[in-house]
């Protein structure tokens, strides 16, 4: 299993990017993603989570109205919509995968993780 995260970059405050995560090497529609992100000096944390129709989402309260989860089964890829974006969420955020038709919000619950991108939000 491969997961490949793209569409970090550059963007002041304010700003909008949305991230892709494409998964190859199984069947993508019977897993439930992630995406989690790192800042310098913290530890890993939880942002979104979608199940497998992506029927149900799960959002952290800090980006609640703010970051919108979803996903393309026939592409195998899920995206992560960022607006309003705060300094704060700068970070390198990750994607990840479990096999499975539930979702959660604990980063040990995933099997599979992507490489990571990073996002900077200028002030």
Known sequence: VQLQASGGG???AGGSLRLSCA????????????????????????V???????GSTYYADSVKGRFTI???NAKNTVYLRMISLKPED???YYCAARP??????SKGEYDYWGQGTL???SS
């Open 10 to 12: 550059l963007v002041q």
């Open 23 to 46: 998964l190859s090497g199984r069947t993508f529609s019977g897993a439930a993603m992630a995406w989690f992100r790192q800042a310098p000096g913290k530890e890993r944390e939880f």
């Open 48 to 54: 979104a989570a979608i199940n497998w129709s992506g």
């Open 70 to 72: 979803s996903r393309d």
């Open 90 to 92: 700068t970070a390198v």
């Open 100 to 105: 499975s038709y539930s979702i959660t919000d």
């Open 119 to 121: 996002v900077t939000v």
